[in-house]
Protein backbone atom coordinates (compact mmCIF):
# COMPACT_ATOMS: atom_id res chain seq x y z
CA UNK A 1 0.00 0.00 0.00
CA UNK A 2 3.25 2.40 0.17
CA UNK A 3 2.36 3.60 4.02
CA UNK A 4 5.74 2.95 4.83
CA UNK A 5 7.60 4.32 1.89
CA UNK A 6 5.21 7.17 2.62
CA UNK A 7 6.14 7.43 5.92
CA UNK A 8 9.94 7.31 5.44
CA UNK A 9 9.72 10.05 3.05
CA UNK A 10 7.44 12.34 4.10
CA UNK A 11 9.40 12.58 7.43
CA UNK A 12 11.98 13.27 5.71
CA UNK A 13 10.68 15.99 4.19
CA UNK A 14 9.40 17.74 7.44
CA UNK A 15 12.74 16.96 8.74
CA UNK A 16 14.21 19.00 5.57
CA UNK A 17 12.20 21.35 6.20
CA UNK A 18 13.51 22.27 9.97
CA UNK A 19 10.87 20.36 11.95
CA UNK A 20 12.14 18.58 14.25
CA UNK A 21 10.70 14.72 13.78
CA UNK A 22 10.19 11.49 15.02
CA UNK A 23 9.80 8.28 12.80
CA UNK A 24 8.59 5.33 15.00
CA UNK A 25 7.80 2.21 13.48
CA UNK A 26 5.24 0.57 15.20
CA UNK A 27 4.47 -2.23 12.70
CA UNK A 28 5.86 -5.61 13.99
CA UNK A 29 7.30 -6.34 10.86
CA UNK A 30 9.73 -3.57 11.59
CA UNK A 31 9.40 -1.92 8.16
CA UNK A 32 10.40 1.02 8.61
CA UNK A 33 13.98 0.22 10.32
CA UNK A 34 14.49 -2.40 7.82
CA UNK A 35 14.09 0.17 5.25
CA UNK A 36 17.03 2.48 7.46
CA UNK A 37 19.04 0.43 9.25
CA UNK A 38 20.90 -2.45 9.52
CA UNK A 39 20.74 -2.77 13.40
CA UNK A 40 16.41 -2.85 13.22
CA UNK A 41 16.49 -6.00 14.28
CA UNK A 42 18.31 -5.90 17.26
CA UNK A 43 17.25 -2.28 18.66
CA UNK A 44 15.21 -1.71 21.59
CA UNK A 45 12.09 0.24 20.17
CA UNK A 46 8.40 1.11 20.33
CA UNK A 47 7.11 -2.13 21.11
CA UNK A 48 9.06 -2.70 24.18
CA UNK A 49 8.84 0.59 25.55
CA UNK A 50 4.62 -0.56 25.45
CA UNK A 51 5.55 -3.47 27.01
CA UNK A 52 8.46 -2.74 30.07
CA UNK A 53 7.22 1.15 31.60
CA UNK A 54 11.08 1.32 33.07
CA UNK A 55 12.33 2.02 30.00
CA UNK A 56 12.76 5.95 29.01
CA UNK A 57 12.30 7.32 25.50
CA UNK A 58 15.85 8.42 25.49
CA UNK A 59 16.68 4.73 24.98
CA UNK A 60 14.61 4.01 21.82
CA UNK A 61 16.28 7.42 19.78
CA UNK A 62 18.06 6.41 16.94
CA UNK A 63 19.69 9.66 15.68
CA UNK A 64 20.32 9.98 11.85
CA UNK A 65 22.64 12.61 9.76
CA UNK A 66 20.32 15.27 10.05
CA UNK A 67 19.63 16.89 13.44
CA UNK A 68 16.24 17.03 12.89
CA UNK A 69 15.50 13.60 11.74
CA UNK A 70 15.01 10.78 14.44
CA UNK A 71 13.46 7.46 14.84
CA UNK A 72 12.41 4.80 16.37
CA UNK A 73 12.41 1.20 15.57
CA UNK A 74 9.54 -1.27 15.97
CA UNK A 75 11.61 -3.36 18.72
CA UNK A 76 10.44 -6.96 19.49
CA UNK A 77 6.93 -7.84 18.32
CA UNK A 78 6.10 -10.29 21.21
CA UNK A 79 2.59 -10.73 21.31
CA UNK A 80 1.70 -7.49 18.87
CA UNK A 81 2.63 -9.59 16.23
CA UNK A 82 -0.22 -12.69 17.21
CA UNK A 83 -2.68 -10.07 17.75
CA UNK A 84 -3.34 -11.28 21.47
CA UNK A 85 -2.88 -7.49 22.96
CA UNK A 86 -6.12 -6.64 22.72
CA UNK A 87 -7.40 -3.20 21.42
CA UNK A 88 -7.01 -0.98 23.82
CA UNK A 89 -4.99 -2.74 26.44
CA UNK A 90 -1.54 -0.31 25.78
CA UNK A 91 -3.48 2.87 25.21
CA UNK A 92 -1.96 4.48 28.49
CA UNK A 93 1.80 3.98 27.12
CA UNK A 94 1.08 4.80 23.73
CA UNK A 95 -0.36 8.28 24.90
CA UNK A 96 3.04 8.14 27.55
CA UNK A 97 4.99 7.84 24.64
CA UNK A 98 3.37 10.67 22.58
CA UNK A 99 3.75 12.77 25.78
CA UNK A 100 7.47 11.99 26.17
CA UNK A 101 8.46 12.57 22.57
CA UNK A 102 6.23 16.28 22.46
CA UNK A 103 8.31 16.64 26.14
CA UNK A 104 11.75 16.16 24.31
CA UNK A 105 10.74 18.65 21.84
CA UNK A 106 9.94 16.84 18.47
CA UNK A 107 6.95 18.83 16.49
CA UNK A 108 5.67 16.34 14.52
CA UNK A 109 5.94 12.22 15.25
CA UNK A 110 5.33 10.40 12.39
CA UNK A 111 3.82 6.57 13.79
CA UNK A 112 4.40 4.18 10.75
CA UNK A 113 1.53 1.28 11.87
CA UNK A 114 0.10 -2.17 10.79
CA UNK A 115 -2.30 -2.64 8.08
CA UNK A 116 -5.74 -2.85 9.74
CA UNK A 117 -7.07 -0.67 13.07
CA UNK A 118 -7.38 -3.46 15.73
CA UNK A 119 -4.73 -4.29 18.31
CA UNK A 120 -1.82 -1.88 18.92
CA UNK A 121 -2.71 -0.12 16.06
CA UNK A 122 -6.10 1.19 16.97
CA UNK A 123 -4.98 2.49 20.65
CA UNK A 124 -2.16 4.51 18.03
CA UNK A 125 -4.61 5.89 16.20
CA UNK A 126 -6.81 6.65 19.23
CA UNK A 127 -4.01 8.35 20.95
CA UNK A 128 -2.91 10.51 18.01
CA UNK A 129 -4.42 13.83 17.20
CA UNK A 130 -4.27 12.89 13.38
CA UNK A 131 -4.05 10.27 11.24
CA UNK A 132 -3.15 9.90 7.27
CA UNK A 133 -4.22 7.23 5.20
CA UNK A 134 -1.49 6.27 2.21
CA UNK A 135 -3.89 4.42 -0.50
CA UNK A 136 -2.51 2.16 -3.37
CA UNK A 137 -4.39 3.36 -6.70
CA UNK A 138 -5.79 0.28 -7.78
CA UNK A 139 -9.17 -1.19 -7.45
CA UNK A 140 -9.04 -3.84 -4.88
CA UNK A 141 -7.57 -0.97 -2.40
CA UNK A 142 -10.25 1.29 -3.12
CA UNK A 143 -13.29 -1.23 -2.92
CA UNK A 144 -11.66 -1.62 1.29
CA UNK A 145 -11.82 2.40 2.07
CA UNK A 146 -15.16 1.87 3.25
CA UNK A 147 -14.05 -0.52 6.04
CA UNK A 148 -11.19 1.97 6.76
CA UNK A 149 -13.65 5.02 6.93
CA UNK A 150 -15.58 2.71 9.20
CA UNK A 151 -13.25 1.63 11.65
CA UNK A 152 -11.74 5.28 11.96
CA UNK A 153 -15.38 6.53 12.70
CA UNK A 154 -15.53 3.88 15.81
CA UNK A 155 -11.91 4.86 16.92
CA UNK A 156 -13.27 8.59 16.61
CA UNK A 157 -16.03 7.36 19.44
CA UNK A 158 -13.24 7.68 21.82
CA UNK A 159 -10.91 10.07 20.39
CA UNK A 160 -13.52 12.92 19.32
CA UNK A 161 -10.52 14.90 18.42
CA UNK A 162 -8.86 12.65 16.24
CA UNK A 163 -8.73 14.43 12.87
CA UNK A 164 -8.30 12.94 9.35
CA UNK A 165 -5.85 15.13 7.52
CA UNK A 166 -6.70 13.34 4.47
CA UNK A 167 -6.28 10.10 2.22
CA UNK A 168 -3.14 10.40 -0.21
CA UNK A 169 -3.27 8.26 -3.34
CA UNK A 170 0.08 5.66 -3.40
CA UNK A 171 1.63 3.23 -5.81
CA UNK A 172 0.01 5.04 -8.95
CA UNK A 173 0.41 3.49 -12.50
CA UNK A 174 0.63 5.93 -15.15
CA UNK A 175 0.48 3.55 -17.61
CA UNK A 176 -2.11 1.35 -16.44
CA UNK A 177 -5.44 2.92 -17.02
CA UNK A 178 -6.90 0.66 -14.35
CA UNK A 179 -4.77 2.30 -11.53
CA UNK A 180 -5.85 5.84 -12.93
CA UNK A 181 -9.47 5.20 -12.91
CA UNK A 182 -9.46 3.53 -9.10
CA UNK A 183 -7.60 7.07 -8.26
CA UNK A 184 -10.22 8.83 -10.13
CA UNK A 185 -13.24 6.92 -8.79
CA UNK A 186 -11.41 7.63 -5.05
CA UNK A 187 -11.66 11.31 -5.73
CA UNK A 188 -15.52 11.15 -7.11
CA UNK A 189 -16.33 9.35 -3.42
CA UNK A 190 -14.67 11.42 -1.21
CA UNK A 191 -15.60 14.91 -0.03
CA UNK A 192 -13.40 17.16 -1.83
CA UNK A 193 -10.16 18.42 -0.35
CA UNK A 194 -10.58 14.59 1.32
CA UNK A 195 -7.78 13.43 -1.07
CA UNK A 196 -4.31 14.88 -1.10
CA UNK A 197 -3.51 16.24 -4.94
CA UNK A 198 -0.17 15.32 -4.20
CA UNK A 199 -0.09 11.52 -5.45
CA UNK A 200 2.79 8.96 -5.45
CA UNK A 201 3.48 7.13 -8.24
CA UNK A 202 5.16 3.83 -8.52
CA UNK A 203 8.93 4.13 -9.26
CA UNK A 204 11.90 2.08 -9.38
CA UNK A 205 13.15 4.96 -7.35
CA UNK A 206 11.73 3.65 -3.98
CA UNK A 207 13.75 0.24 -4.85
CA UNK A 208 16.92 1.61 -4.83
CA UNK A 209 16.63 3.84 -1.97
CA UNK A 210 15.71 0.78 0.27
CA UNK A 211 18.38 -1.13 -1.35
CA UNK A 212 20.70 1.48 0.38
CA UNK A 213 18.84 2.62 3.52
CA UNK A 214 18.11 6.09 2.56
CA UNK A 215 15.41 8.51 2.30
CA UNK A 216 14.11 8.82 -2.02
CA UNK A 217 15.70 12.15 -1.16
CA UNK A 218 18.83 11.23 -0.72
CA UNK A 219 19.87 9.50 -4.14
CA UNK A 220 21.91 11.02 -6.20
CA UNK A 221 18.29 11.57 -8.85
CA UNK A 222 16.02 11.68 -6.36
CA UNK A 223 15.45 15.30 -6.50
CA UNK A 224 12.09 14.97 -8.32
CA UNK A 225 10.62 12.36 -6.04
CA UNK A 226 11.88 14.54 -3.26
CA UNK A 227 9.86 17.47 -4.72
CA UNK A 228 6.70 15.30 -4.60
CA UNK A 229 6.97 14.99 -0.98
CA UNK A 230 8.13 17.91 0.17
CA UNK A 231 4.84 19.09 -1.87
CA UNK A 232 2.98 16.63 0.04
CA UNK A 233 4.50 17.76 3.14
CA UNK A 234 2.79 21.27 2.15
CA UNK A 235 -0.32 20.24 2.12
CA UNK A 236 -0.31 18.71 5.72
CA UNK A 237 1.48 21.13 6.69
CA UNK A 238 -1.87 23.76 5.71
CA UNK A 239 -3.70 21.55 7.63
CA UNK A 240 -1.76 21.32 11.03
CA UNK A 241 -2.63 23.85 13.80
CA UNK A 242 0.78 25.64 15.16
CA UNK A 243 1.23 23.42 18.13
CA UNK A 244 2.96 20.33 17.84
CA UNK A 245 1.15 17.75 16.87
CA UNK A 246 1.38 13.74 16.71
CA UNK A 247 0.08 12.24 13.38
CA UNK A 248 -0.20 8.59 12.75
CA UNK A 249 -0.20 6.59 9.68
CA UNK A 250 -1.45 3.33 8.90
CA UNK A 251 -3.47 1.41 5.82
CA UNK B 1 -19.01 5.36 -13.11
CA UNK B 2 -16.00 3.38 -12.58
CA UNK B 3 -17.17 -0.07 -12.61
CA UNK B 4 -14.79 -1.92 -10.58
CA UNK B 5 -14.70 0.31 -8.12
CA UNK B 6 -18.41 1.38 -7.65
CA UNK B 7 -19.87 -1.41 -8.81
CA UNK B 8 -18.29 -3.12 -5.40
CA UNK B 9 -19.61 -0.50 -3.00
CA UNK B 10 -22.18 2.05 -2.07
CA UNK B 11 -21.32 5.46 -3.08
CA UNK B 12 -23.59 6.85 -0.45
CA UNK B 13 -22.24 5.25 2.29
CA UNK B 14 -18.96 6.09 1.56
CA UNK B 15 -20.25 10.10 1.02
CA UNK B 16 -21.79 9.62 4.35
CA UNK B 17 -18.64 7.66 6.13
CA UNK B 18 -16.39 10.39 4.75
CA UNK B 19 -18.32 13.24 5.52
CA UNK B 20 -18.58 12.42 9.25
CA UNK B 21 -15.18 12.06 9.38
CA UNK B 22 -15.08 15.21 8.26
CA UNK B 23 -17.12 17.18 10.35
CA UNK B 24 -15.03 16.75 14.10
CA UNK B 25 -14.23 20.19 15.04
CA UNK B 26 -16.32 21.24 18.14
CA UNK B 27 -18.65 24.07 16.42
CA UNK B 28 -17.58 27.45 18.29
CA UNK B 29 -19.76 28.03 21.09
CA UNK B 30 -19.52 24.61 22.08
CA UNK B 31 -19.59 24.34 26.10
CA UNK B 32 -18.18 21.32 25.74
CA UNK B 33 -15.42 22.17 22.97
CA UNK B 34 -12.25 22.60 25.73
CA UNK B 35 -13.11 19.47 27.70
CA UNK B 36 -10.09 17.27 28.93
CA UNK B 37 -10.99 13.92 27.31
CA UNK B 38 -8.71 11.52 28.34
CA UNK B 39 -7.07 12.83 31.53
CA UNK B 40 -3.80 11.73 33.69
CA UNK B 41 -5.45 9.44 35.46
CA UNK B 42 -6.47 7.64 32.12
CA UNK B 43 -5.36 4.28 32.13
CA UNK B 44 -6.77 2.44 29.77
CA UNK B 45 -9.31 -0.11 28.23
CA UNK B 46 -9.87 -3.49 30.24
CA UNK B 47 -10.58 -7.25 29.38
CA UNK B 48 -11.19 -8.05 32.94
CA UNK B 49 -13.50 -10.49 33.39
CA UNK B 50 -16.51 -9.11 34.82
CA UNK B 51 -17.63 -9.94 38.82
CA UNK B 52 -21.20 -11.48 38.96
CA UNK B 53 -23.84 -9.26 40.84
CA UNK B 54 -24.47 -9.98 44.60
CA UNK B 55 -27.97 -10.54 43.46
CA UNK B 56 -30.17 -10.50 40.36
CA UNK B 57 -32.15 -6.91 39.80
CA UNK B 58 -35.85 -6.41 40.29
CA UNK B 59 -37.90 -6.92 37.02
CA UNK B 60 -38.99 -3.78 35.97
CA UNK B 61 -42.31 -2.60 37.39
CA UNK B 62 -44.80 -0.28 35.90
CA UNK B 63 -43.19 2.49 33.73
CA UNK B 64 -42.56 5.42 35.14
CA UNK B 65 -40.93 8.91 34.06
CA UNK B 66 -37.31 8.30 33.29
CA UNK B 67 -35.71 10.16 35.74
CA UNK B 68 -37.54 7.95 38.47
CA UNK B 69 -35.92 4.95 36.84
CA UNK B 70 -32.35 6.09 36.73
CA UNK B 71 -32.99 7.22 40.41
CA UNK B 72 -33.81 3.46 40.93
CA UNK B 73 -30.99 2.11 38.92
CA UNK B 74 -28.24 3.69 40.30
CA UNK B 75 -29.92 3.12 44.03
CA UNK B 76 -29.97 -0.93 42.86
CA UNK B 77 -26.24 -0.64 41.22
CA UNK B 78 -24.79 0.99 44.66
CA UNK B 79 -26.10 -1.99 46.57
CA UNK B 80 -25.65 -4.43 44.48
CA UNK B 81 -22.61 -3.27 42.48
CA UNK B 82 -20.84 -0.64 44.59
CA UNK B 83 -21.36 1.57 42.05
CA UNK B 84 -19.79 5.39 42.70
CA UNK B 85 -22.50 6.59 40.73
CA UNK B 86 -24.35 6.96 37.41
CA UNK B 87 -25.09 9.67 35.44
CA UNK B 88 -26.94 9.85 31.79
CA UNK B 89 -26.53 11.52 28.74
CA UNK B 90 -28.63 12.37 25.68
CA UNK B 91 -28.29 13.44 22.07
CA UNK B 92 -26.92 16.56 22.18
CA UNK B 93 -24.51 16.55 25.34
CA UNK B 94 -27.06 16.86 27.54
CA UNK B 95 -26.89 15.82 31.26
CA UNK B 96 -30.38 14.66 31.73
CA UNK B 97 -29.19 12.56 34.71
CA UNK B 98 -26.16 12.56 37.68
CA UNK B 99 -24.92 16.41 36.13
CA UNK B 100 -22.63 16.36 39.36
CA UNK B 101 -21.70 12.93 38.85
CA UNK B 102 -18.48 12.09 37.59
CA UNK B 103 -18.25 14.97 35.29
CA UNK B 104 -14.50 14.28 33.98
CA UNK B 105 -16.27 11.36 31.91
CA UNK B 106 -19.40 13.16 30.87
CA UNK B 107 -17.24 13.55 27.24
CA UNK B 108 -17.15 9.68 26.99
CA UNK B 109 -20.84 9.37 26.76
CA UNK B 110 -21.04 12.21 24.56
CA UNK B 111 -19.04 10.91 21.91
CA UNK B 112 -21.08 7.31 22.31
CA UNK B 113 -24.68 9.34 22.26
CA UNK B 114 -23.46 11.43 19.18
CA UNK B 115 -22.16 8.78 17.59
CA UNK B 116 -22.87 8.90 13.37
CA UNK B 117 -25.65 6.95 12.31
CA UNK B 118 -23.19 4.20 10.49
CA UNK B 119 -21.60 3.85 13.33
CA UNK B 120 -23.73 2.29 15.88
CA UNK B 121 -22.72 3.02 19.79
CA UNK B 122 -21.64 0.11 20.95
CA UNK B 123 -20.95 -0.64 25.17
CA UNK B 124 -17.52 0.83 26.01
CA UNK B 125 -15.84 -0.47 29.28
CA UNK B 126 -12.71 2.16 30.83
CA UNK B 127 -10.65 1.02 33.38
CA UNK B 128 -9.51 4.49 34.83
CA UNK B 129 -8.03 3.49 37.89
CA UNK B 130 -6.69 0.20 39.80
CA UNK B 131 -10.20 -0.92 41.04
CA UNK B 132 -12.14 1.47 39.02
CA UNK B 133 -14.17 0.87 35.42
CA UNK B 134 -15.81 3.41 33.70
CA UNK B 135 -18.94 1.20 32.11
CA UNK B 136 -20.23 3.40 28.91
CA UNK B 137 -24.09 2.03 27.99
CA UNK B 138 -25.83 2.60 25.22
CA UNK B 139 -29.54 2.63 25.99
CA UNK B 140 -33.05 2.87 23.51
CA UNK B 141 -35.48 4.31 25.78
CA UNK B 142 -39.06 5.40 25.01
CA UNK B 143 -37.68 8.96 25.13
CA UNK B 144 -34.98 8.47 22.78
CA UNK B 145 -31.34 6.70 22.98
CA UNK B 146 -29.25 7.87 26.17
CA UNK B 147 -26.01 6.48 27.21
CA UNK B 148 -25.40 5.74 30.81
CA UNK B 149 -21.91 6.16 32.69
CA UNK B 150 -21.39 3.75 35.42
CA UNK B 151 -18.37 3.81 37.60
CA UNK B 152 -17.78 0.65 39.38
CA UNK B 153 -15.12 -1.21 40.79
CA UNK B 154 -15.34 -4.52 38.66
CA UNK B 155 -17.36 -4.33 35.46
CA UNK B 156 -20.98 -5.31 35.28
CA UNK B 157 -21.89 -9.17 33.95
CA UNK B 158 -23.47 -9.09 30.55
CA UNK B 159 -26.59 -10.62 32.55
CA UNK B 160 -27.07 -8.57 35.02
CA UNK B 161 -26.62 -5.60 32.88
CA UNK B 162 -29.47 -6.72 30.13
CA UNK B 163 -31.73 -7.13 33.53
CA UNK B 164 -30.61 -3.14 34.44
CA UNK B 165 -31.16 -1.85 30.63
CA UNK B 166 -35.00 -3.54 30.64
CA UNK B 167 -35.70 -1.10 33.58
CA UNK B 168 -34.84 1.75 31.27
CA UNK B 169 -36.35 0.25 27.56
CA UNK B 170 -40.21 0.17 27.11
Known amino acids: MGKTTVAINLAHAFARAGTRTLLVDADPQGSVGLSLTRQSRRLTGFFDYLTDPSIPLDRLIVPTRMETFALVACGQGGDYESGSAGAGA ?41 VMIPQQAEPLGIRSVPKLLEGLNRL ?60 VGALEQGAPMQAVFDQLRGEIAAKLPTQPRRSSFFA | ?13 VRRLAASLADHAPASG ?22 PLAAALPA ?12 RVAAELSREASADGLFAVAPG ?13 HFGARALVDAPATTPARRARWRIGPDRHLELIPVQTRSGP ?4 IVVPHALPTVGLAALIRQLED
Open chain 1, 156 to 215: RVMNPRLSLLGVCLTMLQHDIPESLEAGTALRQLLPPGMVFHTEIPRDGLFVKASARGLP
Open chain 1, 90 to 130: HLSRVRSFLHAAASRGYEVCLIDTAAGLFGVTGDVVTACDS
Open chain 2, 93 to 105: GEVIFGASVHPEF
Open chain 2, 1 to 13: MNDSVHAWLDPEE
Open chain 2, 30 to 51: DPHRDEPGFGTGFVGFTHDEPA
Open chain 2, 146 to 149: VVLG
Open chain 2, 60 to 71: PTVASPLPERLA
